[in-house]
């Protein structure tokens, strides 16, 4: 691949004339950042389809994901093809700057949060890897909502993503596919992103199904005056991709939702075969396995399981001992959590809704399981432990274990409790399935390209740029965690960042916020077990000592959240409220001298985490122990050198492992103690014990911060203090862990007052990080689980 600033320049004028009648200069931004995306996908499109006709032939895997949370495309596309800085001069000779144009692109959020953003990094790591992974998904018209905040409540808005122009993906008509539904027939047609590898010519495929009408019109029913029966059929068929579902880590039992999960993976299913057809003379189906490895992004694929026995049986007419053996040298499955509530369970009548087919082979790989635990000698109640069918309902992971080649969780203590708790049965069974693969996420968009100042610095302190591709020489900064000079310069990056998050948040907020204070950090989705509400409790405890006493803090501290609630999530929504509360009254009590200011910035995303990682001085990673699978923003903060406030828990353990429990700071009861406590657990002695705590949780009740009559503050009080529903009070023990939080708070301010001494703390986390980069564990899934070389 090879793209010169001649070509660039051609490109960027045909475009400009060929969409927009304009010369390229009398374009609008957004109309220049159309220009030269399209210049991109022209320059690269024929290495493209020379490379998807040669990797046809070749053993390939495919993550089947429900979500891709891609963020934006341009910058990283330039990057990983190597003409970042060539298109940045071409743009300031033109008197543009990149950074605006980059600006004009809507983020694709066809995710979450973690599990989604994993995909994406999954993605560009295999490509960069040189691995044939390819991404297969859904197209949702409308991704994951919009937040704002309405008098301090989240309030929602729709993401019209791709209304104005999606350059990234082309539509190809003819690999449409029809999906047969009990009561429905629709058309897949997919939509291509090409992944580009770093600097390696690589171009991998994201495959992404949109629904549509079989029949977009029905001419007849518009002759007699029925307008809309006339489109019913093409309102209906599109519904199906219409909007993500909003939910993270809780499951949502509504037929719309596993009718798009079994539309993705039937219409991937069908794609593979057809083209394994296309491809080689092998009608028994007998190398299928040799070619194909199928990675299920927790449990929304399962239904593929299903189907893939449904295509070889009925159409393929293999039998179905081959075809069911055949599904279990194909399918991985990969448990992101050990959440009830997140656990998916489908009652029969939603399944034969969607499939009656689908059903009766599920029904039929019951058999088997049934048979085989039998003949491994065990007993009756153990084996209905294990059954996919259980009181009318089908459970997606047991499904997903019993036919899968292999079983992973996200991190090492994730996959000990899997194994040794939530799965003990299933190990104990199949124990050789089960493996770990502790997360990643790829440096090159969360240090490369989002924070181009600390990569420079560390392409000169190395005196080469060979981490970016080989991040294990990252390793090599250790030898500057000594060195005057190189810390000193090195802070000096982390304050630039710091005044540009500063500006993003006077933008935005409003709020001045000192660049020289504290920032301290959480960003990521609401959710109870994360437990924001133990850091908004900590400040109203903060703000209290310091209404007695100024001084009581020597350092200035800002506080930082970013999250989205799962719009019927009232509990999460409650703590919104709260924070945004606690914000409104610190900021603006002159009595505290602006010794601490609080910030909830809206609307958390892939693009604005970009722009907070390489800000943030305490990386807040703070769930309940046991809770938290793995975790990957905590990556990302450290690998801009962020110091981790944290639990013993998800990945944070290996964090603290990796760049020492000295370079980080470690807080709370571990899983293990946890249990001990958990029968006796009494939040309400805590509360009565300690006047502080005590003031923090009656804020809630007392007026000092007000939810305006929506009881949600009562809510919250009451989450903390009562059982109820057959809850335990303080399900996420936020008052047992206050006293520890508290205390590690306390040694934030030590640590940052010492500015050498942090420097180095903060050197060392990156200089440490190399194994969280996601090309880490792409490998490991590549060697172990995919059996896929490298074409690198
Ligand atoms: C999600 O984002 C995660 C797990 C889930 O079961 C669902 Cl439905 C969504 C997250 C985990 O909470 C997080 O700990 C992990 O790092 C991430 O998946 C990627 O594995």
Redesign the pocket.
Known sequence: MDITKDKLLEKLEFFSNFKFNKNYNDLTKEEKFVAITDSIMALTSKDWTDQLGKKARQRKAYYFSAEFLIGRSLGNNLLNLGIYDLVNSILEEKGDRIKDIENEEEDAALG?????R?AACFLESAASQGFNLDGYGIRYSEGLFKQFFKDGFQAEEGDDWSSFYNPWSKRIVSDEKIIKFKNQTVKACPYDMPIFGYKNGQINRLRLWQAEAVNEFDFNRFNNFDYDGAVREKNEAEDLTRVLYPN??RREGKLLRIKQQYFFVSASLQDIVSNYKKNFDDKEFKHFHEYVSIQLN?THPVIGIPELIRILLDEEKISFEDSFNIARKIFNFTN??ILRE?MEVWSVDLIDETSPRVLEIIQMIEQRLVEELYNKGFKEEEINFLRIVKDDSIHMANLAIFVSNKVNG?AELHTNILKNETLKDWYGAYPYKFTNKT?GVTQRRWLIYSNMELSDFIDRKLGSNEWREDFSKIKELEKFAEDEPSIREFLEIRKKKKIELTEIIKETTGIDVDPNSIFDVQVKRLHEYKRQLLNALHIVYLYHRLKEDKNFISEKRTFIFGAKAAPAYFRAKAVIKFINEIARVINNDKDIDGKIKVVFLENFRVSLGEKIYPACDFSEQISTAGK?????GNMKFMMNGAITIGTYD?ANVEIFEKAGEENNIRFGKTVEELMEIKPNYDPYKIYQEDIYIKNALDSLMSGEFKDNESYMFLDIYNSLLKSEGGDRADRYFVLEDFESYRKAQEKISEVYKDEMRFGKMCLLNIANSAYFSSDRTIREYAEEIWKLESHN
């Open positions: 979450n949060g973690g599990l989604g994993l993270d880590e927790d992101h959590t997140a996200v997360n938290e699978a793995s975790g990957t998800g």
